[in-house]
């Protein structure tokens, strides 16, 4: 069965400092998507990125930035010169595609207080 | 394009009543799928449906259901509530299934008094 494991349940950092959220996921699909999703208070989940398990090249978008590595089964996620505005819960999901079509499997996520 | 929609935005029950909650996707997409998250368990996925059929099922009892729509309008039920029940169901669209990129809408928060 697959597994999500953000280890940080919170973090808090000043504006303008570099953050990194960390999960490590559990599989026995060889072909599977990863994502990350952000939960601001409003409570709706905003899409940040997806990946599938045979495209291993690190991501940058703006301030964001995603490491992934098939060797140690981890899905790493950096926020550079932090917001106040990136405050939210950040998610770590798992799709395991075919015929488990969209289910997903989240982490447990990670509070990130980012204060002026 | 409108998000995904749900409705309502808060709910109250009671004890041993039954609720429906109402999710509209994104127009065209036809995979909707709903998630329960609770302080204490996260964030579970309860169902998935397709063109109409459900396609998977999370570990939840039978008095968790749903269906869809032609319109590709989904509905989710919980009879006899328990304490238990409450959370915020979100529910989830995509053009197509498998490993897709989900929309998320606000969610329906649920007390169950």
């Known amino acids: 069965a697959q597994k999500v494991t953000q280890a940080q349940t919170e973090i808090s950092v000043v504006e303008k400092e570099d953050v990194t959220l960390d999960c490590v996921y559990e599989t026995r699909d060889t072909t599977y998507y990863l994502f990350w999703y952000k939960q601001p208070p409003s409570g709706e989940l905003v899409f940040l990125i997806r990946?599938?398990?045979?495209?291993?090249q690190n991501e940058i978008s703006g301030r964001y930035s995603w490491n992934f590595q098939k060797s140690t089964s981890s899905f790493n996620f950096t926020i550079t010169a932090s917001q106040v505005v990136d405050s939210a819960v950040y998610f770590c999901a798992l799709s395991e595609g075919g015929n488990a079509g969209n289910m997903l499997t989240f982490g447990g996520g990670t509070r990130l207080m980012v204060k002026p | 394009k409108a998000g995904v929609t749900q409705t309502p935005r808060y709910l109250i029950k009671t004890r041993g009543q039954q609720v429906t909650l109402s999710c509209s996707p994104i127009?065209?997409?036809?995979?909707v799928s709903w998630y329960q998250q609770t302080p204490g368990q996260g964030l579970q996925f309860l169902f998935e449906?397709?063109?109409?059929?459900?396609?998977n099922k999370g570990n939840f009892p039978g008095r968790f259901s749903g269906r869809q729509f032609s319109n590709s309008r989904s509905e989710m039920n919980v009879s006899t509530l328990e304490l238990g029940d409450s959370a915020l169901y979100l529910c989830?669209?995509?053009?197509?299934?498998?490993?897709?990129?989900?929309?998320f809408g606000s969610g329906t928060q649920l007390s169950v008094l």
């Open positions: 127009s065209g997409h036809r995979s």
């Open positions: 990946r599938n398990s045979f495209d291993e």
């Open positions: 989830a669209s995509s053009p197509d299934r498998g490993g897709e990129k989900l929309f």
């Open positions: 449906y397709f063109s109409e059929t459900q396609r």
